[in-house]
Nanobody
Framework: VQLQASGGGLVQAGGSLRLSCAAS????????MGWFRQPPGKERAFVGA????????VYAHSVKGRFTISRDNAKKMVYLQMDSLKPEDTAVYFC???????????????????????WGQGTQVTVSS
């Protein structure tokens, strides 16, 4: 599967932004999807993930309650809705795909980037104070 993230930009603190991840190739239903981010000068970090059917999500503590991941398997799209943005959310954001085969969603190491086999290019999100 090939992934392409888009939708980044400059937004003021407290604002909202929606990132999109377009998939091509194999059907999206075959993959658990995740979002990661890499702030300037820091390592890439987990943001959240969504199960193959979209009925389960897991989020990093820092974004829980502010960010929402959704997916449309028919359109091969995954979304990251970001609300109440803070300057510390400034980062390059990546979408990633993990094989749907294997242990159930709840038992996967989804916070670890090695769990994901496919990565899109990043999209820059900058939140001004």
């Amino acid at each position: 599967v090939q992934l392409q993230a888009s939708g980044g930009g400059l937004v003021q603190a407290g604002g909202s932004l929606r990132l999109s991840c377009a998939a091509s190739g194999r059907a999206l239903i075959n993959y658990i999807m995740g979002w990661f981010r890499q702030p300037p000068g820091k390592e890439r970090a987990f943001v959240g993930a969504i199960s193959q059917s979209g009925d389960s999500n897991v989020y990093a503590h820092s974004v829980k309650g502010r960010f929402t991941i959704s997916r449309d398997n028919a359109k091969k799209m995954v979304y990251l809705q970001m609300d109440s943005l803070k300057p510390e959310d400034t980062a390059v954001y990546f979408c990633a795909a993990a094989s749907g085969s294997g242990p159930p969603f709840a038992r996967r190491a989804l916070r670890d980037d090695y769990e994901y086999s496919y990565w899109g290019q990043g999209t820059q999100v900058t939140v001004s104070s």
